[in-house]
């Protein structure tokens, strides 16, 4: 069982940054696509973007394309979501999840076994 938590959210302003990080226990953290997804108040929890074990395939959702960037390490049993541009509509608590071990583009929440208990992004006009 692989346990994950994130941090590196907080309080930031339009047009800022934050980096989230998620760490993962486990031998085998390298093994699994990965994916970053958000809930904001009343909303359904979202896919924000999803990396392949080896970080050769990248998705990202429209809204966040061009502005975030999702990124691992595997001998550090990390992956990362470098969040540029930020914007109002970005406030949401943002979880790290693990997928299946085949890269498939577009994955929906109901793919993902494992998930960290979040943390909160909030973005200020």
């Known amino acids: 069982q692989v346990r994950l938590v994130e941090s590196g959210g907080g309080l930031a302003q339009a047009g800022g940054s934050l980096k989230l990080s998620c760490a993962g226990s486990?031998?085998?953290?390298?093994?699994?696509?990965m994916g970053w997804f958000r809930q904001a108040p009343g909303k359904e929890r979202e896919s924000v973007a999803q990396?392949?074990?080896?970080?050769?395939?990248?998705g990202y959702t429209d809204s966040v394309k061009g502005r975030f960037t999702i990124s691992r390490d595997n001998p550090k049993n990390t992956m990362y979501l470098q969040m540029n541009s930020l914007k109002p509509e970005d406030t949401a608590i943002y979880f790290c999840?693990?997928?299946?071990?085949?890269?498939?583009?577009?994955?929906?929440?109901?793919?993902?076994?494992?998930w960290g208990p979040g943390t909160q992004v909030t973005v200020s006009s």
């Open positions: 999840a693990r997928g299946p071990r085949a890269w498939h583009d577009g994955l929906t929440a109901g793919a993902f076994g494992s």
């Open positions: 486990g031998r085998e953290f390298g093994s699994y696509t």
């Open positions: 990396i392949s074990a080896t970080g050769g395939y990248l």
